[in-house]
């Protein structure tokens, strides 16, 4: 399937908006439907259809006069517009629960996030397999993520150790970072940091439930 060519970089609310768009589609598959509009797709989720129009236009992908946008068509074009078409190698630091958590969830794969490797500095979890990933010791992190070219790191330990974590993993050469420690990390500027802290989710969803029942 050729793709019209991508011409600027995304808005981060859009690249937040598209992995939405394939749940959708996903779900619409498995209803034996072939073809989406984007008022369908603005319908199930609650959005403007001319925003939605507009995002899926950035992934290249051509609808039909008529029938919309070819279902799995629209699917390969969104995953080819997040990079989940390719499978990028990752590290985890924190073979706790949390960490634990992220190896066992299958579903990252079909995302293209390929956790390879498990750090501790837990002496009594080293060497634990966990999804038949092995927890190393963080000793091995940056040397193991400079050999390998690894460019993605996954931050599961508390606050505190964080950012200990993020700058073993720069030293090694990762550039991106997806930080679950509820912290702020100081990275250079060619470092990637996505937090995705828990605590401000709940918050949100606490406030508007308070703001519900009044």
């Known amino acids: 399937m050729v793709l019209e060519k991508q011409v600027k970089a995304l808005s981060e609310r859009t690249l937040r908006r598209l992995p939405r768009y394939i749940e959708i589609l996903k779900r619409l598959k498995s209803e034996k439907i072939e073809f989406a509009s984007s008022n369908m ?27 919309g946008f070819a279902i799995d068509e629209l699917i390969f074009g969104i ?39 498990a750090f501790e500095n837990e002496p009594s979890k080293v060497g634990e397999i966990i999804n038949h990933i092995t927890v190393l010791p963080i000793e091995k992190l940056s040397d193991m993520a400079y050999r390998m070219k690894v460019h993605i790191g996954v931050i599961t330990v508390p606050a505190d150790e964080a950012q200990k974590v993020a700058d073993m993993m720069i030293e090694g050469g990762i550039k991106a970072i997806w930080n679950f420690a509820p912290v702020h990390l100081k ?8 937090n995705a802290q828990l605590s401000h989710s709940l918050g949100v969803l606490t406030h508007k439930l308070a703001e519900s029942l009044k």
């Open 41 to 67: 797709i603005a319908d199930e989720l609650g959005l403007d259809s001319i925003q939605v129009r507009k995002d899926l236009a950035a992934t290249g992908v051509i609808g039909k006069p008529k029938l």
């Open 79 to 117: 995953k080819h517009t997040l990079n989940w078409d390719n499978q990028t190698d990752a590290f985890l630091v924190g073979a706790g629960s949390l960490g634990s958590a992220i190896l066992g969830y299958k579903t990252f794969s079909d995302h293209g996030l390929n956790i390879i490797a």
């Open 187 to 194: 990275v250079p500027d060619f470092v990637i940091v996505e």
